[in-house]
Structures are given as C-alpha cells and as structure tokens.
C-alpha cells in the first residue's frame, strides 16, 4: 500500500495542492452569487408548499443584492439553507399544542361514547333483532373520526387549500352520519341517556365546527399567493 | 433598527447589514415577529424589467409591535442576535 500513496510525499504534491486549492477558491469566489441562489433555492424545498414560493423570491433577492461574487453572498446563503430553511421548516408546520390536544381528546371521546352506545343499544333497550344498520353507521362514525384526526395531524405536509379541500368532505359526512344516529339515540336510549346521548351527539360535532373553523382561517391566510 | 422609525419598511439585506446578522438568523426572526403580529411586510409594487432589479419583501413594525418593542429591556433592544430567532 505504500508504494501506492508514496506521491502524497513528493514535494511536487504540495505545489500542486496549493495550487488546486487557490483555483478552486478563486471559482469559488468568482461564482459565489450563482452557488449561493443555487444553494437557497434548493433550500425553499424544505418549507410547507404554501410558502415556499415566497420564501425562494424573497431569499433569491437577498442573494442577488448581497453581491455576485466574493464570501457575502456565499455565507448569507449557507446560513440560510444550513438554519434558515430547516429552522422555518419547523416553524412554519408547527400548530398550537392546545388546540392540538383539545382536537385529539375530542375525537378519542367519541369512541367510548359510540361504544357505549352500541352496548344500550344492542344489550339492553333494543331487542335481540336490532335495525342492522345502527352498528355500520356507529363503525363508519368512529373510523371517519380517526380518519379526521390523521388528516389533522398530518396536514403539516399537506397544502393548506389540499387539506381544507379534505377536511371539509370528511365533517360534511360526519355531520350527516351524526343527524342520522340522533333520532336513533334518542329513540332507544332510556333514562338520562335519553337526553345526554343526543346533546353528547350534537354537541360533539358543533365544538369540532368551531374548532375546525379556527383552524381553516389561519390555514387559508397562509394559503394566498403572496406574489399577488 | 424598525424601531428607529416605525413608519419606514426595510428589506432583507439592509436589515441584515444593518444588525450585523446573517440572513440566516434573519429570516427565521422576522418570520415569528410576524407570526405574533409584531411586523408586517409586502412585496414591493416594481416592474422588475423597467427598473432592472428583483422586488423586494418590505418588512415594518405594527403599532402593537413598535409598542412592545419599546418595552423591551435596552440591552436586548440593541442587541443585534436575539437567542430564540
């Protein structure tokens, strides 16, 4: 092996690293402003969608005025893409933990609740031969809750307008799934349960409208063209 | 520096020459000024052909900014890195 790396050691390897390392620094510095829009407009690719566009102008402008050549527009450019863009990556998806864990509790809630209704149902107030499809309904209401939630958590890496889109059919069918069981709860629910079960029914989906309401204006303000 | 002259809009760049920080602290900065309604900003109206340059993003403080922003301690008011950005 030595044999092989004995150039490293000839004194004409140095003469040729200095001199391989001043043509790479002077293309460096003679081409600092292409490497560093180069360098943030791979960057912008980290932000939500929705933002990205606005970002890449804004920090291609930075870059052009910071200078063509020379280390300030290299250096502002890798500090924008090695802490700016990963920084605001996080920012920018980040949702407040309230709301957040008052969304998950209120979802979670619906299981035991529908659960528990489908024991009354089925165990004590209906009779053995029950309307089939009150079961089906109660499965479909709990999965497009969940389905709800995972939409919700994960509408960080989806466009604004995409996940609104989404969002808006998924309650639509709750609600309606939601009207249709009240009558049923109400029906066949005995004893207290004859009112809370319905006030439960529709008053979970109404605090899941104001929620989602809150949620959808800050999501459709960051969803405008801010090149208009 | 925006406190300076509340009214006035600054870029990118003259806000980083100005401070001394790099773009990179910068903008992670104005974006949660923004976020909490302590600065405002908007495009600039150009036609970028005519004047033969890229628009800018203006940035300035909102009232409820400037008002925070004067409460603030001195020494964090003319320090140019603020730790949390």
Redesign the interface.
């Known amino acids: 092996m030595g044999h092989i790396f004995s150039f490293l050691a000839h004194p004409a390897y140095d003469l040729l690293l200095a001199i391989g390392a001043a043509c790479i620094v002077n293309a460096i510095d003679r081409r600092s402003g292409a490497i560093g829009r180069a360098l943030v407009s791979a960057a912008a690719v980290l932000l939500p969608r929705s933002q990205r566009a606005?970002?890449r102008?804004?920090?291609?402008?930075?870059?052009?005025?910071?200078g063509e050549s020379g280390a300030r527009p290299l250096?502002?450019?890798?500090?924008?893409?090695?802490?700016?863009a990963p920084?605001?990556a996080l920012?920018?998806r980040r949702r407040p933990v309230t709301e957040r864990v008052l969304y998950v509790a209120l979802v979670a809630a619906q299981v035991p609740i529908f659960v528990a209704a489908r024991f009354v149902l089925a165990g004590r107030t209906l009779p053995p031969r029950g309307p089939s499809f009150i079961e089906p309904i109660l499965i479909l209401y709990v999965l497009l809750g969940l389905l709800m939630l995972a939409f919700s958590t994960l509408s960080g890496r989806q466009s604004p307008a995409r996940f609104v889109r989404w969002y808006a059919v998924v309650r639509m069918t709750q609600t309606v799934v939601t009207f249709v069981s009240v009558p049923l709860v109400a029906a066949l629910w005995g004893g207290v349960g004859r009112i809370l079960g319905p006030a439960l029914v529709v008053a979970l989906p109404v605090a899941e409208f104001v929620l989602s309401k809150r949620r959808r204006e800050p999501l459709r303000a960051a969803g405008q063209n801010?090149?208009q | 520096m925006l406190l300076a002259d509340p009214s006035a809009e600054r870029?990118?760049?003259e806000l980083?020459q100005a401070t001394g920080i790099?773009?990179?602290?910068?903008?992670?900065l104005l974006?949660?000024l923004e976020?909490i309604g302590w600065v405002e900003s908007r495009?600039e109206q150009l036609d970028e052909h005519a004047e033969g340059?890229?628009?800018?993003?203006y940035y300035r403080l909102t009232a409820a900014g400037a008002r925070c922003a004067r409460r603030l301690p001195v020494d964090l008011n003319s320090s140019p890195g603020l730790g949390w950005a």
């Open positions: 606005r970002c102008e804004e920090w291609l402008t930075f870059i052009i005025e910071a250096v502002h450019a890798v500090s924008i893409a090695g802490w700016a920084r605001l920012l920018l801010p090149t | 870029y990118g760049l980083a790099l773009g990179g602290t910068l903008y992670p974006a949660r976020a495009w340059r890229r628009r800018r993003r």
